[in-house]
Nanobody, 124 residues
Framework: QEQLVESGGGLVQAGGSLRLSCVTS??????MGWFRQAPGKEREFVAT????????NYARSVKGRATISRDNAKRTMWLQMNGLKPEDTAIYYC???????????????????WGQGTEVTVSS
């Protein structure tokens, strides 16, 4: 059974950094991504990476502050976030596609597999 497990969230001061991890098991995953959902808001795209880890795409709100990466041998994807802002506070979700797609989708509906989320709180 496919499973995605996030970790690395926590409480951090504005300007600080966090590295979120997503460990997968039970399936073959191609494009993967990070989404987040703040209290009272809809889930939004953060970053995505292709199956080989050679192509990435970022939301405008995190571009320049976030780096998505993956190591398929370790079945792990990461999101390094620097210069954190209070508006980055949200639950961060790992998402994955179990089919090949040449298009890096920024739409949550295109990702079938999801983790349970890890909470990030940025204090001002």
């Amino acid at each position: 059974q496919e499973q995605l497990v996030e970790s690395g969230g926590g409480l951090v001061q504005a300007g600080g950094s966090l590295r979120l991890s997503c460990v997968t098991s039970g399936g073959t995953f191609y494009n993967m991504g990070w989404f987040r959902q703040a209290p009272g808001k809809e889930r939004e795209f953060v970053a995505t990476i292709n199956g080989h880890g050679t192509e990435t795409n970022y939301a405008r709100s995190v571009k320049g502050r976030a780096t998505i990466s993956r190591d398929n041998a370790k079945r792990t994807m990461w999101l390094q976030m620097n210069g954190l802002k209070p508006e980055d506070t949200a639950i961060y979700y790992c998402a994955a596609q179990s089919y090949y797609s040449g298009y890096l989708s920024v739409t949550s509906h295109d990702y079938r597999h999801w983790g349970q989320g890890t909470e990030v709180t940025v204090s001002s």
